[in-house]
């Protein structure tokens, strides 16, 4: 990866010059049997999208607080590193009544109603489908996004010093989300591009974040991210480590 790399939004940045084909994301969710493989290319696409989404329709800018209010998927590592390209503070599993705006899964709508300002959930449906009715006071997420732009720009540039993370309230400059999924990938098993981590830790700790999203991302590396996989027999989650190539585990 570019040294150079400040940002988590650099880190995807460099992936996507270096390699766009490979995969970065694979999501299962062993409570409905979905699988989605994310490649550099798709999961920069999706970030673009909500970017645009996050700093045209939602008004959003550098600094402002947004709760994240969702588990270990894809959507919720798309959505992080959108933030990061905008320059907003992701604040994983934050108080929704002291946010700015708020993003929520199905499970949590009630409590994100108590953010005053623009509210997006999302259904967390297979192949990111919408609500089947959208949720009173909210934007749904999959109806929002598609027909945003492929291409994100920031309309000021983003500082990779000011805060960008918040997680199990500890917070992170952009520089020092970098630097610590760097020095700790290691720890995890991830060496370098080829790495393939299976995390079935969930996003509201940094370790999982680390695990998660970041660290793959840091050293070109790529992350299955499991969802219910106590649902799994320990017989499938070993074909699962196969056919997937892991070299790495989390749990």
């Given amino acids: 990866m570019n040294a150079t790399d400040r940002t988590p939004a650099d880190l995807l940045r460099s ?15 062993d409570a409905t049997g979905e699988r989605v493989e994310l490649s550099v290319a798709t999961f920069a696409n999706w970030v673009a999208k909500t970017a645009n989404l996050l700093q045209g329709d939602l008004a959003a800018e550098p600094g402002d607080r947004l709760a994240l209010l969702l588990p270990a998927h894809w959507q919720t590592a798309v959505w992080l590193l959108a933030c990061s390209s ?12 002291a946010a700015d705006l708020v993003v929520s899964g199905p499970d949590t709508l009630e409590e994100a109603r108590a953010c005053s300002g623009e509210r997006v959930a999302l259904a967390l449906r297979p192949l990111g489908g919408r609500f089947p ?16 732009g492929d291409r994100f720009a920031p309309f000021a540039p983003v500082d990779p010093e000011e805060p960008a993370l918040i997680v199990a309230g500890r917070e992170f400059s952009g520089a020092e989300v970098v630097e610590r999924a760097r020095a700790e990938a290691g720890g995890l098993g991830l060496t370098g591009p080829g790495s393939r981590l299976l995390s079935a830790v969930g996003y509201d700790t940094w370790e999982g974040l680390l695990a ?40």
């Fill in 133 to 148: 009715q959208t949720p009173a006071g909210f934007a749904d997420y999959a109806v929002e996004v598609p027909s945003q």
């Fill in 86 to 97: 905008v320059g907003v503070v992701a604040d994983v599993a934050g108080n929704p009544g």
């Fill in 212 to 251: 998660g999203l970041y660290g793959p991302l840091a050293t070109g590396g790529s992350v299955v991210l499991c969802r219910h996989l106590d649902q799994l027999a320990e017989e499938a989650l070993a074909k699962r480590v196969e056919s997937e190539r892991v070299t790495a585990v989390s749990r």
């Fill in 15 to 29: 992936a996507l010059a270096a390699d766009p084909a490979r995969p970065l994301v694979t999501f299962y969710d």
